[in-house]
């Protein structure tokens, strides 16, 4: 059996938690430099605010509704999902963590347990620790925890937050009952698709012969069929290193700068540099892109980017800043008002397996000095140790006019109680 735990409105539960006055109130939590919403409580989802709503468009019917609006705290959410985690892994062994607010447990063995008044545990004791409700669904396979916590959401007060499928009844009517756009693992295109030789629910789905649903979605979607049908084909995950890494962000203002888009572009290889270094990858490939704002239409419009191949595996900050400039240079117009630009490095290896070349290689030296440089960073937080050709005094910071405090990663914003004498 596999359980599916999920935390409820997970953005807005956060906040909640250290403010009880928002309880039952419209949420929002908007994305980085407070551009869409990325997040609603229900009470918001039901005053018919759509997800991705930009801000700026939305602000009159925010103040009309009354909707309490938040930039996105990543340092919050992201504490409390690792003590939500943390409870998960004292649970059960095989823990895979699919995002910052839902995990997979692998409950192989543990049939002699009531697995029901197990799953009420968890959820309880997330609540009494941590103070952000769940919900918590269990099945044979992975497709069907996914499901069976859709009805333990979707019919709360009924299931309690939790719900077991256990027999072909109960998975048959939980498969009648879903439509087929709400399945995990489906998107968009492929629900159209399906929807197009009328199969409208996820039962209709399992019905169709293996041949015609490998021929139209592949073995991945063979994979799912099974998966639904309680046929175990989607195994648990192993947390593996990323394949690509990317640091882009948006200008604060347009520039046609030279030199102010190759110290934004030198800082983000470098940011791509200390990410390689902790997941200990090197990478042989280094994308570069820039272009100008869409929105300014009076403005002529300009979009590049360039991959260029290294000579070697590297993760060293001097080499990947040497070849995202090169990069740059190879694309960069004089002329353009340039509104974000971005590095993404790719072609990964581990980092102890680079293969060496009797001409070129990474500068040895590198390795002891950016494993020093990378532990004072942390510790000092902000970057303090960075190249010559960054801005060091500059620290990029997103626009976050409406960030809650950081309540339990910052001594300074932690709860403060007035007690009389």
């Keep these: 059996m596999y359980a599916l735990v999920d935390c409820n409105n997970f953005y807005a539960s956060c906040e909640r938690v250290f403010n009880p006055a928002l309880n039952g109130k419209p949420i929002v939590v908007l994305s980085n430099n407070d551009g869409c919403v990325v997040a609603r409580s229900q009470e918001a989802k039901d005053l018919d605010i759509p997800m991705g709503a930009p801000a700026f468009k939305f602000k009159e019917v925010f103040e009309k509704k009354k909707v309490h609006v938040f930039s996105s705290n990543y340092a919050l959410y992201g504490d409390m999902s690792s003590r939500v985690m943390s409870i998960l892994s004292s649970y059960a062994a095989d823990v895979e963590i699919y995002s910052i607010d839902e995990s997979f447990l692998d409950l192989q063995g543990y049939d002699y347990l009531d697995l029901e008044a197990y799953a009420i545990e968890i959820k309880n004791k997330i609540f009494k620790w941590t ?20 009805v333990a959401k979707k019919f709360k007060e009924r299931t309690q937050g939790v719900y077991l499928i256990d027999s072909d009844i109960k998975r048959d009517k939980a498969l009648r009952w879903c439509q087929i756009e709400d399945v995990w693992g489906i998107g968009r295109q492929n629900s159209k698709k399906l929807r197009s030789y009328d199969v409208k629910t996820a039962y209709e789905f399992t ?3 293996d041949y015609w649903v490998r021929k139209e979605m592949t073995i991945v979607g063979l994979r799912l069929k099974h998966d639904l049908m309680g046929i175990p084909s989607i195994l648990m995950e192993e947390v593996k290193p990323k394949k690509s890494i990317s640091t882009t962000r948006t200008f604060e ?33 280094i994308m570069v892109f820039i272009h100008t ?47 974000k630009a971005g590095v ?59 960030l809650s405090p950081a309540y339990t990663t910052k001594l300074s914003d932690i709860i403060k109680i007035k007690c009389n004498d």
């Design 131 to 150: 103070g952000i409700a769940v919900c918590v669904g269990i099945a044979p396979t992975k497709a069907l925890a996914k499901l069976a916590n859709r």
């Design 207 to 209: 019905q169709k012969p």
């Design 253 to 285: 203002e347009t520039s046609s700068d030279f030199e102010y888009v190759r110290e934004r572009v030198s800082t983000f290889a470098a940011s791509c540099a200390e990410k390689l270094r902790k997941q200990k990858s090197s990478c042989s490939a």
């Design 293 to 339: 704002s869409p929105f300014q239409k009076d403005k002529a419009q300009y979009h590049k980017s360039i991959t260029i191949k290294m000579p070697y595996s590297t993760n060293s900050t001097i080499d990947l800043v040497k070849y995202a400039q090169m990069a740059l240079r190879q694309i960069y117009i004089k002329g353009y008002d340039y509104k």
């Design 344 to 402: 993404i490095v790719l072609d990964f290896v581990n980092e102890t397996e680079k293969q060496l070349s009797f001409f070129t290689s990474e500068n040895p030296k590198h390795t002891a000095l950016f494993k020093t440089m990378d532990k004072l960073n942390r510790k000092y937080k902000n970057g303090k140790l960075k190249l010559a050709c960054q801005d060091l005094g500059r620290t990029w910071k997103m626009k976050q006019e409406r």
